[in-house]
């Protein structure tokens, strides 16, 4: 709060004092006190008018600083009462009792927010390992029937796309971190892949994964998946192949995905982890653009790095960095 906007808000009383000094000085005169006795009564009570107007407004500057700069630094600003000191002046007593009434309400609020979201989200869970059941069956009564299998697995794709969805906000409550086999994680997804590979005639290959890594092997394992499953989306009509390819660095162990597909064009390439992104080869297409963006998220939930480099009409690369032991902090 600066002097000047405070002085130009007591402009009122600036005028009342004035029009006070002229009658006390019309009222000392006609009383016939000499000069020197008016000079020094009109002076006085001009000092103390001005003492009590900076007192006011050093005592008020110090709270109303102190407010706004932990306004400022607050990124939950809905806190901000619980930084502060009650000040010792009716109008700040007054905004104290209305921001921490405003505080009160707003954590009522919240808690009532985040347990419907729980609710929500405990629904969702529940509905879809009651609809992993039935897609269960039916893929096992159309085994012999490779379109239907097809359209299925793209249905169980997306179940469990919502079903990480949900969970990707708390999912540092549903992962356990420790040394996996890279090579075991791979073969999972090729397993879950492989109807896609075979009626498609996509040649994947697997290079050098049979590598530790810490990680978790559930959500890694989900994050490759989205990839491939990608990778098969958007493939060549003919000759078509995916490399999958360990490498061990010194801090770190690379999974390097490469597919030589119809690649994502330069001006798409900057937003592809964006929510509901598409892209131009996604527009058309039944993609929901949630993928890779839920690769992006797991992954910095992980502690992982996930990076794309593409050229449209050529090839799509995906390298997911995990970090070794040391990194994590971990004993």
């Not at 402009?11 to 008016?38: E, G, H, M």
Request: glycine share 4%; net charge neutral.
């Amino acid at each position: 709060m600066k002097l000047s906007t405070y002085l130009k808000d007591k402009l009122y009383a600036f005028i009342i004092f004035i029009a006070y000094i002229i009658v006390l000085i019309l009222f000392l005169i006609a009383l016939k006190l000499s000069s020197s006795i008016i000079i020094f009564i009109t002076v006085f009570t001009t000092i103390i008018f001005f003492i009590i107007l900076f007192y006011d407004y050093f005592r008020k500057r110090k709270f109303y600083l102190e407010l706004l700069e932990k306004l400022d630094n607050l990124d939950q600003k809905y806190l901000l009462i619980e930084m502060l000191l009650e000040p010792n002046f009716l109008e700040g007593k007054i905004l104290y009792q209305v921001l921490d009434e405003v505080n009160k309400n707003e954590h009522d609020l919240i808690s009532e927010l985040k347990q419907k979201e729980q609710d929500f989200k405990e629904y969702i869970e529940l509905w879809i390992h009651e609809v992993k059941l039935p897609l269960a069956s039916l893929t096992l009564m159309n085994r012999k029937d490779t379109n239907t299998l097809r359209e299925l697995k793209r249905i169980e794709d997306d179940v469990e796309q919502i079903l990480y969805y949900v969970r990707c906000e708390n999912a540092n409550n549903d992962y356990l971190i420790k040394e996996w086999n890279l090579e075991n994680i791979v073969k999972n997804v090729a397993l879950r892949n492989k109807d896609d590979l075979l009626a498609l005639s996509i040649d994947l290959k697997v290079n050098n994964c049979n590598l530790k890594v810490l990680t978790d092997s559930k959500w890694l394992e989900f994050i490759i998946n989205q990839i491939v499953s990608n990778s098969i989306k958007y493939k060549k009509d003919k000759d078509s192949f995916i490399e999958i390819t360990g490498k061990d660095l010194e801090n770190s162990v690379t999974i390097t995905i490469y597919d030589n597909g119809k690649g994502i064009s330069k001006s798409d390439l900057p937003r592809v982890f964006k929510k509901t992104f598409t892209g131009e080869n996604g527009r058309g297409t039944k993609a929901t653009g949630m993928g890779l963006y839920l690769c992006k998220e797991l992954c910095e939930k992980l502690g992982h790095k996930i990076e794309i480099t593409s050229c449209l009409g050529e090839y799509t690369k995906v390298v997911i960095t995990i970090y070794k032991k040391g990194f994590y902090n971990l004993d």
